[in-house]
């Protein structure tokens, strides 16, 4: 027989899936950008002045960018916020959840605007290469959304999980992010069986030549995607219901009233222990006397 105790934990849990769920979409354009992107940066000038930057290590800026702007968020943006909100974090878990998930359909629209003009100079400027600079406009938005959805939603599952149960609360995150991944490649083999039925008979993104494929338009898929994983995501978030109370198996108490600390036990415990000694020495003296 489970506990009242477990019953609750578990529909605690229960009630953080949808928000776990919601940032799937999101994973699943970060895989994307560190693939096709790779590809196209094989395909764009990689001299930046004389440096020259491997199209492989492109997915560091991202990385980068969370280096950077998480001291700044943290010493700038949260008191800054909290002055006009009030919240002590500045904004709450879920808002900096759905920052982060707007900011990740920016980036892949960004990313196919990007695609579109790669292209354009490649094949109707004689294989003119852009500069492998035009790759950190939308990598480095994907980082500050990163950094926005990973920081909220880590620190949610953290404050609303369970005491006992907030170590495995906290890996949900890198759950959501294999989830993607896997999600990815089942798009990419979606895409390519439907859009491979017409007049063409080739996929958007089949075979190994970007500059005849599209993959501009599957970025903006990605990005349609992740508007409406939004729209779903603020529903969900508006359903949520903060927890207000924590609950002790043996006496019911909330957190407003928590139980006696263990040194508190003690000295009562303590105190009575020898005031009952005295109590007894004195009976004692008594009858003798």
């Known amino acids: 027989m489970c506990t009242v105790t477990q019953v609750e934990e578990v529909k605690i849990l229960t009630r953080m899936m949808p928000i776990l769920l919601s940032t799937i979409i999101m994973n699943t354009c970060l895989a994307q950008l560190q693939t096709f992107s790779i590809q196209q940066g094989t395909l764009?000038?990689?001299y930046i002045g004389k440096l020259n930057i491997p199209p492989a290590s492109i997915p560091i800026i991202p990385l980068v960018f969370m280096t950077l702007l998480i001291p700044v968020y943290e010493f700038l943006?949260?008191?800054?916020v909290r002055r006009i909100t009030g919240h002590p974090n500045g904004i709450t878990e879920l808002q900096r959840v759905g920052v982060g998930l707007v900011l990740s359909a920016?980036?892949?629209?960004?990313?196919g605007m990007i695609e579109v003009k790669r292209k354009h100079e490649f094949n109707d400027h004689n294989g003119h290469r852009i500069s492998l600079f035009w790759l950190s406009f939308?990598?480095?938005i994907f980082g500050i959304a990163d950094m926005f959805t990973l920081v909220g939603l880590l620190e949610f599952f953290y404050k609303e999980a369970p005491h006992g149960m907030r170590s495995l609360s906290t890996s949900f995150s890198f759950l959501s992010l294999?989830?993607?991944?896997?999600l990815s490649t089942a798009f990419v083999e979606?895409?390519?069986l439907v859009t491979g039925i017409g007049k063409s008979k080739k996929g958007w993104l089949e075979g190994r030549d970007l500059n005849q494929n599209h993959v501009e338009l599957f970025y903006w898929f990605l990005a349609i995607l992740s508007i409406l994983n939004f729209l779903v995501y603020l529903l969900c978030a508006k359903w949520y219901k903060y927890?207000?109370?924590?609950?002790?198996?043996?006496?019911?108490?909330?957190h407003k009233d928590p139980p006696p600390r263990n040194h508190e036990n003690m000295s009562a415990s303590f105190v009575s222990s020898l005031q009952n000694t005295a109590s007894n020495e004195e009976d004692t003296r008594q009858r003798f006397q």
């Open 138 to 140: 939308h990598y480095a």
């Open 190 to 192: 979606l895409i390519n």
């Open 106 to 111: 920016i980036s892949m629209v960004i990313a």
């Open 243 to 254: 927890q207000t109370s924590v609950f002790f198996e043996d006496k019911g108490m909330s």
């Open 178 to 182: 294999s989830i993607g991944y896997f």
């Open 44 to 46: 764009m000038n990689t």
């Open 77 to 80: 943006f949260v008191p800054f």
